[in-house]
């Protein structure tokens, strides 16, 4: 079980910062990731960790100017987003990420933040 929050609206070239609190049996051990769906278009993978911390990974629309983090202490993902563009505007969801962005996973989603970013 994920529940994600941080969303809103930011003009473009702002940043956000997502957190994603994430159950023990979704975190523990598990990779986690990123993604988003925007309107009319299929979900698609954003970012992912490893459980260690020490890998990441990032969907090429967003290398350079995303950032994922994790805090295992507190069961806790989060995203750093400078440098918002609206094409960044989607829902964004959580969730672990055994593929490390390879695939979508295939269940427990959480309800997801709103990102919007005006021009």
């Known amino acids: 079980q994920v529940v994600e929050s941080g969303g809103g609206l930011v003009q473009a070239g702002g940043s956000l910062r997502l957190s994603c609190a994430a159950s023990g049996l979704t975190f523990t051990a598990s990779a986690m990731g990123w993604f988003r769906q925007a309107p009319g278009k299929e979900r698609e993978f954003v970012a992912a960790i490893a459980w260690t911390g020490r890998s990441t990974y990032y969907a090429n629309s967003v290398k350079g100017r995303f950032s994922i983090a994790r805090d295992n202490a507190k069961n806790m993902v989060y995203l750093q987003m400078n440098n918002l563009k609206p094409e960044d505007t989607a829902v964004y969801y959580c969730?672990?990420?055994?593929?490390?962005?390879?695939?979508?996973?295939?269940?427990?989603w959480g309800q997801g933040t709103q990102v919007t970013v005006s021009s």
């Open positions: 969730n672990a990420d055994p593929s490390l962005g390879l695939s979508l996973p295939s269940d427990g």
